[in-house]
């Protein structure tokens, strides 16, 4: 029986927090202040979706926690990384998130920028030194995706089109190529590099699987812009109306917010209709599904 989701996300969230704390360099280690500020930027906050995605995706092929752990720890520090470098001043020049000073506030910017470089290698480092798949192949195949996910034809390429675009009117489609590029391909990272721990896939159940991972994480992002929009500073623990107050085009500014939540339910009906091949065991992906969604932070 699948258990209640949350109790489930609850148990995901102290794993994954538990490997990060086992994994980062403790801060009695030189560089002591780098090593001080990797841990702050990435333990004890965030909603741990990545994680969760690969978790809910390592349940679909019978995968161990242990080694989705470490996969989705990668993961989620490649996400922190983007998030440390993203708030820099040359950057989004953001002083808050997850409810607390960023990272180059807290520290300063050399340091944020460490921090980032560090933890990105760091991502890597865990994908080679650990054995997460049955045969050598599929690992090397986790640690192209996640490079491929993180670089200039996924998040930082996204992240390029994303500061180009400030004050420009961009069309849905291009609006589409941008999150698709700097949220979607970490997320769909995270459905595939959890599937790949467990049994291999078939060569349709692994096309479905990337397509709901896909939709997910364009959902992801138009329900990101929602938010932005609509919710309040204390309740994201970031600064709210960013988008608008830096000019940025947005789901928001091009649908409007009812278009856009209807756009996410899209994406949502689209992403579980990938998942039907797979019947009952793919349930976990549909709960972290309806709570990306359905999320009001
Ligand atoms: C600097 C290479 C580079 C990339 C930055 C992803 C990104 C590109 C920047 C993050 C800034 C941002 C607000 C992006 C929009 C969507 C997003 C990734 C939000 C933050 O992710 P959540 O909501 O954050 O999963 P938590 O804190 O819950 O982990």
Same mark, same amino acid.
């Given at each position: 029986m699948i258990a209640d989701f949350q109790d489930w996300a609850k148990s995901r969230q102290a794993n994954i927090e538990s490997v990060l704390q086992t994994f980062l $360099? &403790? &801060? =009695?280690? &030189? $560089?002591e202040r780098l090593h001080d500020a990797m841990r702050y930027a990435v333990l004890g906050g965030g909603k741990r979706v990545r994680p969760l995605l690969a978790f809910a995706a390592g349940e679909l092929t019978g995968a161990s926690e242990e080694r989705v752990g470490i996969a989705a720890a990668a993961v989620e520090l490649i996400h922190v990384y983007s998030l440390v470098h993203d708030d820099l001043p040359c950057m989004d020049d953001d002083v808050l998130r997850r409810g607390k000073p960023t990272c180059h506030i807290q520290y300063d910017e050399a340091i944020a920028l460490l921090t980032g470089d560090s933890l990105q290698s760091l991502a890597f480092q865990l994908l080679a030194e650990?054995?997460? &798949? =049955?045969d050598a192949q599929t690992q090397l195949e986790m640690i192209r995706r996640l490079a491929q996910a993180a670089g200039s034809r996924g998040m930082a390429g996204g992240q390029a089109v994303d500061l180009d675009s400030v004050g420009k009117a961009l069309s849905l489609p291009e609006l589409e190529f941008m999150h698709i590029h700097k949220t979607g391909a970490l997320i769909r990272a995270a459905v595939m590099l959890g599937a790949y721990c467990g049994a291999s896939l078939g060569e349709s159940e692994a096309v479905n699987l990337d397509h709901f991972a896909k939709c997910i994480g364009l959902a992801f992002q138009v329900v990101d812009d929602v938010l932005d929009a609509e919710a309040t500073t204390a309740t994201l623990g970031k600064t709210a109306g960013k988008d608008a107050e830096n000019n940025k085009p947005t789901y928001i500014s091009l649908l409007g917010a009812r278009q856009a939540r209807e756009l996410a339910e899209g994406l949502r009906r689209d992403a579980c209709q990938s998942l039907e091949i797979f019947g009952a065991k793919a349930e976990r992906l549909r709960q972290v599904t309806d709570f990306i969604i359905q999320r009001n932070f």
């Open positions: $360099p &403790a &801060a =009695d280690i &030189a $560089p650990h054995r997460l &798949a =049955d």
